[in-house]
């Protein structure tokens, strides 16, 4: 016992503090990718909604692709394929290649990712609105941009949060698949100072609950922000 | 009639074939094209029964978790939906710990974790286990299995609680037993209310089993993997990988979604 706690103290002799920078980086990540995704989402609805057949096709290729292929092989590609791509145009414009950080890089193509979810996701939430309201909008003369802020977010939200409260937890989870491609974050971190400590279990299992913490915290916040977005409609167990 | 049906095939053939989609079909066979000629595939046929192994071992692992992963959500969702605290609690303890740690954390924590733990037992290394312990497959069906069975059990916490009560007393009017009320009604309404996720489930299922590629287990992704490092090509094994990921995920929602048609979709 005294030997877990003096492995996990933050303190150099312990690793607890590796861990912890290893769990910022991965709220890092998660938070980038899904603000990312967040706004591929929100024009890859619009433009599934109301874009013209070009549009939609490509976009349903888009998220038929991105759902059809494990996150962990899209990782592998878009990291190796989007490094390569942006320093073959640098060089190609007469430029310096660049090294592209890894936190960058991780939220870049975890936001890919996101994106096509929460494309769907929004995609059904802007389908769930009144279309009174919108056609109110309209009829005020407001210019899409505004109808966009006014009515259409804060009206789909309340049917976008369970949806988007899922793909936040996705994200949390999906940043330890770039332990594979070598970025640190927490699951990596644990690997290493479990494989320098030989204390396998003892590792895992704290990652284990710092995620699993990370989850039930976020559980809680995402309640209050589910009851703030629905405050004036029935509550959820009146509604059924 | 079959000249109806024909018509409206034709029909639909014609909406489905606008003129913007032939143009993209035309750039997507381009580009399918340009793949072929100009990238490297010369590796192929030294790779190709590697690969068939691989595509063999993801199948099977695939099948293997998602039903042992279903027989125990079963019981898991039973008991969340219906059991009494001592047996609800730790069901829903599971499901909450297995949804809410990444899949790799769990992976390693039972091959490095577990695994480091077995050998200095002298009992377990002398059991008839040991050779199955030592390799790591095992480890990975555990995990996968542990991790669809989480997810499902959510669902069918879900469906076992949505079968209508009055089901449940009609059976029990009828004099039956408990068992044969889990048996004849509440189970078979429970999957039906279940069935349409199964589909969805097992698209993650198969796109969570790379992840056993990690630990050591030749799937089609570690064989993807052990192509580039040896011939140092970085697209050609990755985009024929997704290709095939996206193969096995069409022919599984077109299978499943057959399956799902044949089922009486009336639930009472």
């Known amino acids: 016992m005294a030997r877990i706690i003096e492995l996990l103290s933050p303190t150099p002799p312990g690793w607890g503090g590796t861990l912890l920078v290893g769990l910022l980086h991965s709220v890092e990540i998660a938070a980038g990718a899904f603000g990312l995704g967040l706004v591929i989402g929100i024009c890859g609805a619009y433009g599934k909604l109301y874009g013209g057949p070009v549009v939609r096709d490509l976009l349903a290729v888009y998220t038929t692709i991105v759902r059809a292929v494990p996150e962990l092989v899209l990782i592998l590609l878009l990291y190796y394929a989007g490094t390569d791509l942006i320093n073959q145009l640098l060089t190609a414009m007469g430029y310096q290649r660049i090294d592209i950080s890894g936190l960058v890089a991780g939220i870049a193509v975890l936001g890919f990712v996101q994106g096509a979810y929460s494309t769907e996701v929004i995609r059904g939430a802007i389908l769930a609105i009144p279309q009174g309201q919108i056609e109110a909008a309209r009829a005020y003369g407001m210019s899409p941009g505004l109808l966009l802020r006014r009515i259409t977010l804060p009206a789909m939200l309340p049917f976008a949060i369970p949806g988007l409260a899922n793909l936040w937890l996705i994200a949390t989870k999906d940043t330890a698949l770039l332990a594979v491609v070598g970025f640190f974050e927490l699951t990596l971190a644990t690997r290493q100072a479990a494989g320098v400590t030989k204390a396998y279990l003892t590792f895992f299992l704290a990652a284990g609950v710092i995620y699993l913490l990370l989850t039930l915290v976020s559980n809680l916040i995402i309640g209050r922000i589910e009851l703030r977005a629905r405050r004036g409609m029935p509550s959820l167990k009146e509604a059924r | ?268």
Request: aromatic fraction near 14%.
């Open chain 2, 1 to 268: 009639m079959a000249g109806e049906a024909i018509i409206i095939n034709v029909a639909r053939a014609s909406l489905w074939l606008q003129p913007h989609r032939i143009v993209l079909v035309l750039i997507a066979l381009a580009l399918v094209f340009a793949a072929a000629f100009f990238m490297r595939w010369d590796w192929l046929p030294q790779y190709y029964e590697m690969a068939l192994v691989g595509l063999w071992r993801t199948l099977w692992i695939l099948a293997v978790t998602c039903t042992l992963g279903f027989l125990l959500a079963v019981p898991l969702g039973l008991a969340q939906a219906a059991g009494p605290f001592w047996l609800a609690a730790p069901a829903k303890a599971f499901c909450t710990v297995i949804r809410g740690t990444p899949l790799l954390l769990q992976l390693w924590l039972l091959y490095y974790g577990l695994g480091s733990l077995f050998p200095q037992y002298p009992w377990i290394r002398e059991s008839w286990m040991w050779p199955y312990l030592r390799q790591a497959w095992p480890y990975g069906v555990l995990a996968l299995t542990l991790s669809f069975a989480g997810y499902e059990g959510e669902v069918m916490r879900g469906a076992f609680a949505g079968v209508p009560k009055g089901q449940l007393e009609a059976a029990r009017a009828f004099g039956m037993s408990r068992w044969k009320i889990l048996r004849r009604i509440w189970l078979p309404q429970a999957f039906y209310r279940a069935l349409p996720t199964l589909t969805g489930e097992t698209v993650l299922q198969l796109k969570s089993t790379p992840l056993v590629a990690t630990i050591s287990v030749i799937d089609i992704f570690a064989v993807s993997s052990k192509v580039r490092q040896s011939t140092f090509l970085t697209y050609e094994p990755l985009l024929l990988l997704a290709l095939i990921y996206m193969a096995i995920t069409g022919i599984l929602v077109f299978a499943l979604g057959k399956i799902e048609a044949r089922i009486p979709n009336k639930i009472g």
